[in-house]
């Protein structure tokens, strides 16, 4: 059962940098750069970065962690989209500018990047001593073919080959609480004794550290930490960021918030990884009222800084993962990392105060992650949703033809519509046969959302609001 935890605001944000306060140890050595004072055209600070430490291994971990989901295509986009091959060369340039100042945790998976992302990775990091990274990767055994013992030994292998290592740092249970939930995780990791496999690998050291990420279903996440004793979890990554603190539960019923899951693991001294700090994008992206709030308080930082100072400014907290495609994406983290500033209690409060003002917009919880495609029907589910958001957030999604906005609106909608999605792959071609809903982590009803979102484009486009 879910509880609640009664810890204090104050209690979460002692930094690492208070004695005696701390779960993790924490390092940063820096030229005395602020994440407050940072924008895009001062300088990436180097030898700053932020770190924790590993309290099971002592393992100096970067504060802010790459994230190889979305690794840059040869068309410049993230090489999850469309069939676009990865630009290695690229690739090899991110990981040595983020290597060169202070990155060393390396985040990927067999299913990342249509299968691709583990080699490029291993190709990019393959270039420097191997102390000079971390590797995690994870058992994405998602199909039923692979939950038999030897189709998961065989894809924990496979990892090692394409990563170039003989032994993985962190390695991961991954997405625990998808699907079915408890009935899912059981048939992929325990029924099959893969977790004793894994559990040896551990104690042979070709794993160093093992857990899990956390996905859905919240007994799972409940009974794996009942077993802690069991299975002593070296860490557990969870989706965290300051509008699933306390309302990823509001937003869909099927999530669990933050508070809840860092609590958990804060109360068993476990090291928290974290992910989705953007929420997929959507706290670079918020309404233009609230953008105009930040630059109020800080004119100088980008408004994703502060969600990437507010998930590192938990004390429990080893690494942020941010899956930066751009150069400028890393760069802009590089600057909120290298040191971290971290919030103080005023900031934090206001961070929940913005969370609190963005709930009045209901918007789809995607997180453009992606684990819905391909669709069997060619639609982009995922551009479809972001670009209903978007408009929600812009207030362009007029009720009726008599709001005062609603021509501006409603041209703003449907030009835009047609350019981020085009006419084939849009909502009108869904047919409904739902095998999208089961590989969401967000647990969104997408055939429900497409068929709205395609009745109400169908109205604007017939002029009928």
Known sequence: MEKKNDISRREFLKTAGAAGALSLGLA???????????????????GGMTYRTNPTTGDKVSLLGYGCMRWPSVGGRSAREGNEEIDQEMVNRLVDFAIEHGVN???????????????????ALSRHPREKYLIATKMSNFAPSTWTREGAVAMYHNSMKELQVDYLDYYLLHGIGMGSGMEEMMARYFDNGIIDFLMEERKAGRIRNLGFSYHGDVKCFDWLLERHDVYKWDF?????????????????????????????????GIPAIIMEPLLGGRLSNVPDNIVAQFKERDPQSSV??????????????????SGMTRMEHLQDNLRTYCPLNPLTDEEFQFLQDTATRMMQFDTIPCNDCKYCMPCPYGLDIPAILLHYNKCLNEGNIPESSTDPEYRKARRAYLVGYDRSVPRLRQASHCIGCGQCSPHCPQRIDIPAELHRIDAYVERLRQNTL
């Open 28 to 46: 940063a050595c820096g030229d005395g750069r602020t994440a407050g004072s940072a924008s895009g055209s001062q300088a990436v600070p180097s």
């Open 236 to 268: 557990v990554q969870i989706q965290l960021n300051y509008l699933d603190w306390k309302y990823a539960k509001q937003i869909n019923p099927r999530n669990t918030d933050a508070e809840y899951l860092y609590n958990a693991l804060a109360e068993r």
């Open 304 to 321: 994703a800084s502060w969600a990437f100072r507010f998930a590192g400014s938990l004390s429990g907290v080893l690494t942020v993962l």
């Open 105 to 123: 945790y390396f985040d990927t998976s067999p299913a990342y990047c249509r299968g691709t992302s583990e080699r490029a990775t291993g190709i």
